[in-house]
Nanobody, 126 residues
Framework: QLQLVESGGGLVQVGGSLRLSCVAS????????IGWFRQAPGKERELVSC????????NYADSVKGRFTISRDNAKTTVYLQMNSLKSEDTGVYYC???????????????????WGQGTQVTVSS
């Protein structure tokens, strides 16, 4: 069973930056694709970004392209989400999800992911 723990959330002003971390337990972390999702109050959980198990391919929501960067360090069993130029609409609970899957693909669908962390709150104030 893969366990995920998110951290790095907090309160930041518009235009600021945060770096989220998703740390996984488990011996075969490099076999898992990882997705960062966020959920705002009253809204569905939506993809922010995902990265394949090898880190060779990434995917971003249109709303965060050019501002957010996903990366992974398999030796540290950690996936990062660097968030720059934050906007108020980036506010929400950020979750990381994991699935053991193909090396060349990661899905935008939350239903594809099998393991989830507890989430970390990101609040962007104006």
């Amino acid at each position: 069973q893969l366990q995920l723990v998110e951290s790095g959330g907090g309160l930041v002003q518009v235009g600021g930056s945060l770096r989220l971390s998703c740390v996984a337990s488990g011996r075969i972390f490099d076999a898992y694709a990882i997705g960062w999702f966020r959920q705002a109050p009253g809204k569905e959980r939506e993809l922010v970004s995902c990265i394949t198990s090898t880190g060779g391919s990434t995917n971003y929501a249109d709303s965060v392209k050019g501002r957010f960067t996903i990366s992974r360090d398999n030796a540290k069993t950690t996936v990062y989400l660097q968030m720059n130029s934050l906007k108020s609409e980036d506010t929400g609970v950020y979750y990381c999800g994991a699935v053991r899957g193909p090396t060349h693909y990661c899905s935008a669908s939350r239903r594809w992911y099998e393991h989830w962390g507890q989430g970390t709150q990101v609040t962007v104030s104006s």
